[in-house]
C-alpha cells in the first residue's frame, strides 16, 4: 500500500500544518484522486466529538494498526484494519482499544466489524498521527 506522504516531499509546510492541526484536536482532510478521508486522532476524541461524528457520519471507523489488533485479539499477522464505528461505541470501548486497559468488561473485539484496510489514504493518516506523537489510531 502507497504511503502518499511521500508525494508531499514539495511541500513541507503542508504536512507541519495538518501536524500542528491534529495535536490541538482539529480533524484533517486528507484526499487524492479517487477518495477523500477526514482524519482525527482516536487519542484526542472526547464524547461531545464522537456523538457528532456517530450522527452525522455513516461510514465513520475507527483506524487502528495491525501490532495493536495483534496484541488486542492475542494473535499474529494481523493488519492495518478498520473497526466500524457503531452507535452503541463510546469513548470507554475506544479507549480500550487505544490502550489495552479494560475499563469495563469488553470481552472481546467484534470480528464482524473488523476489516483490513486496502486503502491508500489509511496508512497516509496513520503515517501522520505517528509524525504527531500521538497513539497510531485515527477516527
Given at each position: 500500500m502507497e504511503n502518499l506522504l511521500n508525494s508531499f516531499n514539495s511541500n513541507k509546510h503542508i504536512i507541519k500544518k495538518s501536524i500542528a492541526e491534529l495535536r490541538t484536536g482539529i480533524p484533517v482532510l486528507l484526499y487524492n484522486n479517487k477518495s477523500n478521508l477526514l482524519v482525527f486522532p482516536s487519542e484526542m476524541i472526547d464524547n461531545q466529538i464522537l456523538h457528532k461524528i456517530q450522527k452525522y457520519s455513516d461510514n465513520a471507523y475507527i483506524l487502528i494498526t495491525g501490532n495493536r489488533l495483534n496484541f488486542l485479539l492475542q494473535s499474529s499477522g494481523n493488519q492495518l484494519s478498520r473497526i466500524t464505528l457503531k452507535e452503541s461505541y463510546n469513548i470507554d470501548y475506544i479507549s480500550y482499544l487505544l490502550t489495552g486497559?479494560?475499563?469495563?468488561?469488553?470481552?472481546?473485539?467484534?470480528?464482524?466489524?473488523?476489516?483490513?484496510?486496502?486503502?491508500?489514504?489509511?496508512?497516509?493518516?496513520?503515517?501522520?498521527?505517528?509524525?504527531?506523537?500521538?497513539?497510531?489510531?485515527?477516527?
Open positions: 486497559k479494560k475499563l469495563h468488561s469488553f470481552d472481546h473485539i467484534d470480528t464482524n466489524n473488523t476489516t483490513v484496510s486496502t486503502n491508500p489514504l489509511d496508512i497516509t493518516s496513520i503515517s501522520l498521527i505517528k509524525l504527531t506523537k500521538l497513539l497510531p489510531s485515527a477516527i
